[in-house]
């Protein structure tokens, strides 16, 4: 063969460049799902204390209904 060899080595350089961009691709998006598990964790645990807040804010409404009857019902 004449010429230079770059002409015939470039198919080569091409499937590796795809071959890292794959891999790069991949561990993007491992990393991605990683974080989106994070989020989703903090997620869970934001709903947690909302939930408890709502329980405590209802309990104290309860309770002052209690006792506003028991007041009413002691005159």
């Not at 309770?63 to 019902?73: D, K, L, N, P, V």
Request: glycine share 6%; proline share 0%.
């Amino acid at each position: 063969m004449s010429g230079s060899r770059f002409l015939y080595d470039s198919f080569d350089a091409a499937s590796a460049r795809i071959d890292a961009h794959e891999r790069v691709m991949e561990e993007r998006w491992t990393a991605l799902e990683f974080r989106l598990a994070q989020i989703d964790g903090a997620l869970e645990r934001l709903e947690k204390r909302i939930w408890l807040g709502v329980y405590g804010v209802a309990a104290f409404l309860l309770a002052q209904g209690a006792e506003a009857i028991i007041h009413a019902a002691t005159r």
